[in-house]
């Protein structure tokens, strides 16, 4: 495998800023001085505890413990390996590697699955959308459909990159095939159908679309990860999905479909204040929205919204306008997606138009503009109007039974919400949308809660630690500790945390604490016991360098947690001196104990060897009388 040099390392972390990094992922809020926060990428929270410094080139998570730098959240979120990731940050922000002699960088047999489907469909979505411009009969059939059928214009085709599949061409698998793509990418990038244990050739790899307008699938960070492909009077009839309307690709590697949102990686950047999400059905829906001038509207792709996909929001942006067809099936999506919404910490209003009959945005933005938008968030409600209207039309005229049995649907919806200033706001608004006494449906939800609590009072072990967790996360990501806090970890993480964040400490400790008192059989010891060595023997060359030291994701998860900490005015020399003493006497107290036992067993013969025992244990008690103890030069 190739080797990057680590000087090549040290300069692509002193060169990307964490922030840059991060933000792509989450959205950041200034958290004062060099520190900013935002929602974790890696578990379920509705107030930020995730924090990035970016003068120490760390973050970490207050609520789940997650901590690294660049390279480990590149890792973890895009799913790359360790060379992988460093190759992407570099080429994302224009840095150059070095690699050791005779290594030569990775050939294209060494790089991952993953990132070959990533370059496969970059060329497809090239190709695709080469298709749309060719000056063919087909690709002038094609742009005369996309601006006369469907009333886009070409620019927002260009915006968007839309394509066409060609009805009978080899030509894109020929290209990739050309390319030295492997047979396990091109059999599982989703864009072809083969035949298993057929060997791969522009013949035996048949195109998944043929004849079709295609949409590229971005994901969050905006790389193509699939296709929507619009049936059209060019479809072959051999297609086997000709009569669909809408065919997706199919999962893959890269693309999980209930995992992402169309137009989410465009709209992220959009919302704000003042400015939600908008979600509507479907992607030409969102194109339209877009069209218009309304850059916060996404899509599910083809799919019943889902947790993961709200989750995804809830990082940008806590508010959702939701924006479905006004038809029996664009309701009941809706009603859907109002649990999953509450669930997911999002406030969400639903938009309508009274008088409207059948409303669809993408006819309504075509003939109105973004005029229309105003119009119908002047007329949008909340979440239990909405829901009410939904389940009981004629509310005026049900009667107290019918009423209860929407309370007792709409409790399940409200039971989503995790605030208890969310859910006595619900009430109210359920009580007067429903006519009925604010204390009676507190009563009944309560009692609803109650039943609900039953049934999950024998949750497997730990269930009420990560609902614990997540309260602790909710409140507030508390702020770094500080060197007192430190004191209370285990004593070799202690004096590491301490020699991470004061280099002459360091230097000293190494020629005070022996290799003896430390306890290297875990990740902070080992990892203080190769620092102090390196000082000890080869002088410390600066904690850019401590990349070479760490050897398992373990130590790397470690060091990052303990650098992103902050020192503050604590006394650290006091510290340390008490951590070195704590080592010393663990190491020889049960020395003692040990002389005392063997003395007590020699009884009271004047021997050469118990004289020897009393001897050692002397010394051994004027030791720990005397500690060690360090002293920094002013």
Not at 451 to 480: L, T, V
Request: overall charge neutral.
């Amino acid at each position: 495998m190739p080797v990057i040099k680590a000087s090549s390392l040290r300069d692509l972390k002193l060169r990307v800023n964490i922030h840059d990094v991060v933000a792509r992922t989450v959205a950041l809020r200034k958290a004062g001085g060099n520190r900013f926060k935002g929602l974790c990428p890696f578990h379920s929270e509705k107030t930020p505890s995730f924090h990035v410094t970016t003068d120490k080139g760390f973050y970490k998570c207050f609520g789940c413990g997650k901590a690294g730098d660049i390279l480990s959240f590149v890792m973890e979120t895009e799913g790359l390996q360790f060379t992988e990731a460093a190759e992407t940050l570099a080429k994302r922000f224009g840095v150059e590697l070095e690699f050791e002699a005779g290594s030569g960088g990775p050939s294209r047999e060494e790089r991952s699955l993953r990132q070959e489907i990533f370059d496969i469909h970059d060329v497809a979505a090239d190709f695709y959308r080469q298709a749309f411009l060719a000056t063919n009969n087909h690709g002038g059939w094609i742009r005369d459909y996309w601006v006369k059928n469907r009333k886009f214009t070409l620019e927002l085709a260009d915006d968007f990159k839309i394509g066409f599949a060609p009805v009978e061409d080899r030509a894109l698998a020929e290209a990739l095939i050309k390319k030295h793509f492997s047979d396990d990418a091109l059999r599982q990038c989703g864009l072809f159908f083969v035949r298993d244990g057929a060997p791969l050739t522009s013949a035996t790899l048949r195109p998944r679309f043929r004849g079709r307008l295609m949409i590229p699938i971005r994901d969050h960070q905006g790389r193509v990860v699939a296709f929507t492909a619009r049936q059209l009077e060019l479809t072959p009839q051999d297609d086997p999905a000709r009569e669909a309307k809408y065919v997706n690709s199919p999962e893959t590697p890269i693309f999980t479909k209930s995992n992402l949102l169309f137009n989410l990686d465009r709209a992220r950047t959009a919302v704000g204040d003042g400015h939600p999400f908008v979600m509507v059905e479907g992607q030409l829906d969102a194109l339209r929205c877009w069209s218009v001038g309304l850059k916060t509207a996404v899509a599910p792709q083809g799919t019943s919204i889902t947790d993961g996909q709200l989750l995804l929001m809830r990082r940008y942006h806590s508010q959702v306008e939701c924006f479905f067809d006004s038809d029996a099936a664009g309701q009941k999506a809706a009603l859907r997606f109002l649990p999953l919404a509450l669930k997911a910490g999002l406030e969400a209003r639903f938009l309508t138009l009274i008088g409207e009959a059948k409303l669809d945005p993408d006819l309504l933005f075509l003939e109105r503009g973004l005029a229309a938008y105003e119009e119908v968030r002047k007329q949008s409600v909340g979440a239990m109007e909405f829901a009410v209207r939904s389940l009981l039309p004629n509310v005026g005229s049900a009667g107290a039974e019918h009423k209860a049995r929407v309370a007792q649907e709409l409790f399940a919806i409200i039971a989503q919400a995790e605030s208890a200033v969310a859910r006595a706001g619900f009430v109210s608004d359920l009580a007067q949308l429903l006519r009925l006494p604010v204390a009676a449906l507190e009563r009944d939800l309560r009692a609803f809660v109650a039943r609900q609590a039953g049934r999950e009072r024998f949750a497997p072990p730990g269930a009420q630690n990560g609902a614990n967790n997540d309260n602790g996360a909710a409140s507030g990501g508390s702020p770094p500790p500080n060197a007192g806090d430190a004191h209370t970890k285990g004593t070799e993480e202690h004096l590491l945390y301490l020699c991470l964040h004061h280099e002459p400490l360091l230097v000293a400790l190494s020629h005070q604490l022996p290799h003896d008192w430390i306890d290297a059989s875990t990740p902070a010891g080992s990892l203080l016991d190769r620092i102090l060595a390196e000082a000890q023997h080869n002088g410390w060359p600066g904690r850019e360098a401590l990349d070479q030291l760490l050897e398992t994701e373990e130590e790397k998860a470690l060091a990052a947690n303990l650098l992103f900490e902050n020192p503050g005015d604590d006394d650290l020399v006091k510290f340390a001196n008490e951590g070195l003493r704590a080592l010393q006497r663990r190491f020889l107290e049960p020395k003692v104990r040990q002389i005392e036992l063997e003395i007590a067993s020699q009884g009271t013969n004047g021997d050469a060897h118990l004289f020897s025992l009393l001897k050692q244990r002397a010394e051994i008690i004027r030791q720990l009388q005397n500690p060690p103890k360090l002293t920094l030069a002013s």
